[in-house]
């Protein structure tokens, strides 16, 4: 029994060392399907955005902003206690063979020595006496300043990648509003007359949403970090580029075309390769995100800053380039509990830097740039 113990704390070590180094080293997507990181954010998740959806609209996107950090502290915390746990099952069938102040052996002890070994504590009321018992310790010790050093390393990244996702997202808000629509993004640069700052935008975006599939693939707990403000979101602004690249590409002649399909290749790309990581298959939007109304009243906002969309058939044209992503934005929005921004504002409204605090209760002023 005791070998069948230490074999079985054996595999739950291997086991957690092997998740712990694909989510916080191996730079790539992990396609198997049984994982401890897996099982852990599927499980919590899940529940947390249940109890979400029972708040009020309110304090609903604060409650949800709390999961990210939280769950990277609880994720690291299942590790150690599973090493902690694994290495106390191989003291326990290397035969208990302690030394201890008071007390007994036992499995309680091995737990205990585990614990002191592994965060390097070294109390001393508690010592291995054989050669083999010796060296389980060492290993564990080396093992937990292993174990520490790289979560150290690991936080100031994810928070790195972060801030450069915010940052991006920060600088739509003045250009396609709060939140962000393709609409008003091209609107604003409806004065733009040889589309360089259009192009400019696109280019950037084009390198955002490369960042975004490399760093959220490295570190999909990135994905559950909410916005600074409730109206934004980083698959809110990709979607936004999204639907503003497939109406560069479809219907506005001569306006930056080639850089727009460079852009809405990328994101495109972004956003399936996410859909698989979170394992959130494409899924037909509840309803249209542009019906012939919709499509209308952004025909007549774009006319109303010059820009006309071509004649035909760009509407079968959009639809098609539409096909291509918004069942894998609509799977991760849901999965998420993201919403989509609509393709044109619905309502004249402050962008987020026209408003603070202090304005409630007073005009702000709609002044556009």
């Not at 994720?75 to 102040?101: D, E, K, N, P, R």
């Not at 497939?246 to 994101?267: S, Y």
Request: glycine share 8%; aromatic share 10%; proline share 6%.
């Amino acid at each position: 029994m005791r070998w069948g113990i230490g074999a079985l704390g054996a595999a739950l070590l291997a086991a957690v060392l092997l998740d712990a180094f694909e989510t916080i080293i191996l730079p790539r997507r992990v396609s198997r399907r049984f994982r401890i990181t897996r099982l852990f954010y599927r499980g919590t998740w899940l529940p947390w955005r249940a109890t979400a959806r029972l708040l009020p609209a309110k304090r609903r996107e604060a409650f949800l902003s709390f999961f990210g950090p939280l769950s990277l502290l609880a994720l690291l915390s299942v590790w150690a206690i599973g090493i902690v746990l694994a290495f106390g099952m191989v003291q326990w069938a290397a035969g208990s063979a302690l030394a201890m102040t008071g007390g007994s052996p036992g499995f309680g002890a091995d737990l205990y020595l585990s614990g002191t070994t592994f965060f390097t504590l070294g109390l001393g009321d508690v010592v291995p006496r054989t050669a083999l018992a010796k060296a389980v310790t060492v290993i564990e010790a080396g093992t937990g300043f292993a174990f520490l050093a790289s979560v150290i390393g690991y936080l100031p990244v994810i928070y790195q990648a972060f801030s450069r996702r915010e940052g991006a997202i920060s600088l739509l808000d003045a250009r396609a509003g709060s939140p962000p629509t393709a609409g008003e993004l091209l609107w604003r640069h409806r004065q733009d007359g040889q589309h360089e700052a259009l192009r400019e935008l696109l280019h950037e975006w084009e390198r955002w949403a490369a960042d975004v599939l490399e760093s959220h693939i490295s570190y999909p707990v990135l994905a559950y970090f909410r916005s600074q403000h409730n109206n934004q979101s980083w698959l809110a602004a990709l979607t936004t580029i999204l639907d503003a690249s497939a109406l560069v590409i479809v219907g506005l002649e001569g306006w930056c075309v080639r850089q727009a399909e460079l852009t809405f290749a990328m994101a495109r790309h972004s956003v399936v390769d996410l859909a698989q990581v979170f394992s959130t298959p494409p899924t037909a939007p509840p309803a249209d995100r542009l019906p012939d109304e919709e499509f209308a009243r952004l025909r007549a906002r774009l006319a109303d800053g010059g820009m006309r969309l071509r004649d035909g058939q760009t509407a079968e044209r959009l639809a098609d380039l539409r096909r291509m992503y918004e069942p894998y934005v609509v799977a991760l929005a849901a999965y998420l509990a993201v919403p989509l921004p609509p393709w044109v504002r619905t309502a004249e409204r402050p962008d987020n830097w026209q408003t603070s605090a202090w304005d409630r209760g007073r005009v702000s002023p709609r002044v556009h740039f």
